[in-house]
């Protein structure tokens, strides 16, 4: 259990800034997810923090002791890759009980450890697999319990569910979380799906460009964004965001309005055509081709009538509305 | 820029073993060699003489027509290896009768001892009593001194290099067609083209990655070869077919080893001289492909 | 198949039986015959079957000259072998996940060795000076030398094949550099590692010529040596001197019936790279 501080952290390869200054504390035990744009340097900033890539600047504290150039090994972390990297000629007791054996520790310890370890995640009956005869979400239990006999102060995962259809995605996602439940570890988590950031996090990190764009808890990024890039990143379908004369008219930059959050009817401010509804069962998300605005989109009841060529009038929910 | 503390998982140390192994019997020879083919040299005490062993390379006729031997030697064999390897590889890879059989027997000749191949093949090209002149003489021909006549010899032995190492090359092209995709030769076919011009216009020019790599390997392995012709004609009869490899051995069992070095320093120039613009001209024209 | 492909695939086969396959059983019919109807060097069917006897005779010739010379190849090949697979493998290693300046020196010294003719006479005054020559560690460190570049560079393009991750899990699993490369890549690595010993074991079985620079002497002699002196010394025994022949062709006959596939792969591999 473990506190995680950065401070100033930059990274830079040959003439590339990729992390450019970032300052961040990770409470104890928190569940803190990175999110961001492919290539805003998610995994770089989790590799420094690993101990895999050293940064070129800044501190960094693990548990209130300076680690930024100590060993992988030395920092009391476990990683869980996204391609997994299971040894592939070791089985699955062999992998688990990998570091271990390493450390030199006897082997029946290791034996009861990892026999132990497989039982929380209902490893048993594969522990003398390879993992090329293992499935996707089995291989993905495996790397999960290779991390967890670490003991780690911080788990580290790096989109750890991107190689895995949507069904198991899901139940991994409940997994991992009452995973954190019962360890109450510190885990840093990567992913650049906003649903798992917004399910699983205490806290969301959301990077743009090597640098934070906002920090905090899901329901604090969904309801107050900072910016107009957190606003267009966090919830779905993305927020309408306009700039242009719509702005003005609202004195500001750019004025924005979440789907779910834009009222259809009889009445409204602006003028629309349905140009194209999906229905999604219980909601229905309507793509409207307004006059002198251009294309908004609008999440409403699964049970409307509307259809393409329609004519419509759409206005904002009062109060829900952002401007920049 | 600060120091990381952190040490790179990939240490150079590694490199250490094979570098020190290297370096010593390899690198440290071949620099050396640049200095003592300067000298008149016992290997205890060796005295400058500039480019006299060069000179005496040049002048001397016998020495003068292993280098020409050598040059002729790889070239013939390169040639006939990238042609007959080619054809054998498209016929081996045709899908007819015994391909695989046909494949082995190829092929096992590389992974023979070439000085038994060497001296069976002495035995076989015995002028009165070898298989090759009794095969010849039952058809009604008189065969000629295969490696005693000094006109013949030299050529006699690239024929068995040719045996010999023509597997490998085959075995190269094999590895070569089976990197081009079928669509090729489909969309020539449907433009109506016959096998020989598919051969040319698709195969050739596909292959050439194979062709590059036979043409160059067989030529390094042609202009260095000794242990074939020491096996089967020691250079003979006279000096005719002599190569460098085998004059460096010759020099350097007379204890002229100044001059053994310097026909060694010769080897390496012309390898170089005929590789590298050789390596340099493929590499542009795989460019323009 | 049709009747073209049956018809040109007899063909091709009767014509490399003779070509390819008749120098082979030469060897073998001469090697069982006896004294005087091997000297008339024909293409016959042995009148009497000599095997044993004259694989006697040529293995007691000289003072059990033979077995010492099989004894001396095999150490020089299991030596050499051994070492160029864990040197090579460590390069390769080195090579393929690290860049920098070095690597380009590396490279160039790989290209090098594979172009370069050894120089001869130098390699000998460096071997006496280092109390290397005419000793079979001597031939074992030669042999290292000059195959180093083929399994460097056969190594560096698969290790290329085997992802980074797994070298960062070992990583924070607390696994030493030695540790990593020992415990995770090397035996990553076997598919190559069972070519490059084949295809190098043949190689250094079958060499001449290096021997018969670097290692002269009565009590050193290797099988290829054995047999090139017996040349001479059997030229009026021709059924000793096809028997020595093979018995030389046997092993890597053998080999070749185990390990076909992996000799293709590793004489493509490397050559398509060199
Ligand atoms: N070793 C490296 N050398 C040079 N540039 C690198 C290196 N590693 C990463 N980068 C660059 O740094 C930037 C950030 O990479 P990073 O892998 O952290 O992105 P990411 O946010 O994880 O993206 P993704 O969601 O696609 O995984 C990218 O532009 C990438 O090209
Ligand atoms: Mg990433």
Known sequence: MAEVVLTGIRKSFGA???????????????????????????????????????????????????????????????????????????TVRQNIGFGLSLAKMPKDEIARIVEATAATLQLEKLLDRKPKELSGGQRQRVAIGRAIVRNPKVF????????????????????????????????????????????MADKIVVLNGGTIEQV??????????????????????????????????????????????????????WQGRVKHVEHLGADAIVHLDVAGLGALIARISGDTGLRPGDDVRASPQPGKEFRY | MRCPVQRSPYPYWFVLPAAVVFVTLFLVPTVASLWFSLTRWDLYTASYIGLDNFRQFFSEQNLTLGLMNTVIYAVLTSATKTVFGLL?????????????????????????????????????????????????????????????????????????????????????????????????????????????????????????????????LSLIGGLRSFDLIWAMTKGGPGFSSDVLASVIYKQYQAGFYGLSTAGNVILFVLIATIILPLTWWFNRKEVDL | MTRRQYWTGIIATVVALVIFVVPFVFIAFTAVKDKAQASHLDFTWPLQFLFWQNLVDVVTTRNYMLLLAYFNSSIITVGAVAMLILFGAMVGYVLQRRQ??????????????????????????????????????????????????????LYRSFIATIPRDLDEAARIDGAKP?????????????????????????????????????????????????????????????????????????????????????????????????
Not at chain 1, 35 to 60: H, Q
Not at chain 2, 90 to 95: H, I
Not at chain 2, 101 to 115: G, H
Request: hydrophobic share 50%.
């Open chain 2, 88 to 216: 054998l590889a498209v016929l081996l890879t045709s899908g007819i009768w015994g391909q695989s059989f046909l494949r082995t027997v190829v092929f096992f000749p590389v992974l023979v001892s070439t000085i038994g191949v060497g001296i069976t093949f002495t035995v076989l090209m015995h002028p009165t009593k070898g298989l090759f002149n009794v095969g010849l003489a039952a058809i009604g021909l008189h065969g000629p001194g295969w490696l005693t006549d000094a006109s013949l010899a030299l050529y006699s032995v690239a024929l068995v290099d040719l045996w010999k190492g023509v597997g490998l090359a085959t075995l190269i092209y094999i590895a070569g067609l089976a990197a081009i995709s079928p669509d090729y030769y489909e969309a020539a076919r449907i433009d109506g083209a016959t096998r020989v011009q598919q051969f040319w216009r698709v195969t050739v020019p596909l292959v050439q990655p194979a062709t590059v790599t036979v043409i160059t």
């Open chain 3, 100 to 153: 920098s300046r070095w690597n380009q020196v590396i490279f160039g010294c790989v290209l090098a060795g594979l172009i370069i003719p050894p120089a001869v006479v130098p390699t000998i005054w460096v071997m006496q000076g280092l109390g290397l020559f005419k000793t079979i560690w001597g031939m074992v460190l030669i042999q290292v030398a000059y195959g180093l570049a083929f399994s460097v560079l």
């Open chain 1, 16 to 90: 590339v800034d990729v992390i450019k200054g970032i300052d961040l504390t990770i409470k104890d035990g928190e569940f803190c997810v990175f999110v961001g744009p492919s290539g805003c340097g998610k995994s770089t900033l989790l590799r420094i923090i690993a101990g895999l890539e050293v940064a070129t600047g800044g501190t960094l504290h693990i548990d209130g002791k300076e680690v930024s150039k100590a060993e992988p090994s030395e920092r009391g972390i476990a990683m869980v890759f996204q391609s997994y990297a299971l040894y592939p000629h070791l």
């Open chain 1, 156 to 199: 580290l995962f790096d989109e750890p569910l991107s190689n895995l259809d949507a069904s198991l995605r899901s139940q991994m996602r409940i997994e991992i979380t009452e995973l954190h439940a019962k360890l109450a570890t510190t885990m840093i988590y990567v992913t650049h799906d906003q649903v798992e950031a917004m399910t």
């Open chain 3, 178 to 274: 030695l540790q990593i490369f020992l415990r995770v890549i090397l035996p990553l690595l076997k598919p190559v590692t069972v070519t490059l010993i084949v295809v190098q074991s043949i190689a250094i079985f079958n060499d001449f010529t290096n021997p018969l620079y670097y290692l002269p002497g009565k009590e050193n002699v290797t099988v290829q040596l054995t047999l090139f002196n017996f040349q001479s010394q059997f030229s009026t025994q021709f059924n000793l001197l096809f028997m020595n022949i093979l018995l030389v062709t046997i092993p890597p006959l053998i080999v070749f019936i185990f390990f076909n596939r992996q000799i293709v792969a590793g004489m493509t591999a490397g050559a398509v790279k060199g």
């Open chain 1, 216 to 269: 905090g808890s899901p329901m604090e990024l969904y309801n107050a964004p900072a910016t107009p890039f957190v606003a267009g990143f966090i919830g779905g379908p993305k927020m309408n965001l306009f700039e242009g004369k719509l702005a003005e008219e609202m004195r500001c930059r750019t004025y924005g309005i979440r789907p779910e959050h834009v009222l259809l009817g009889a009445e409204g401010r």
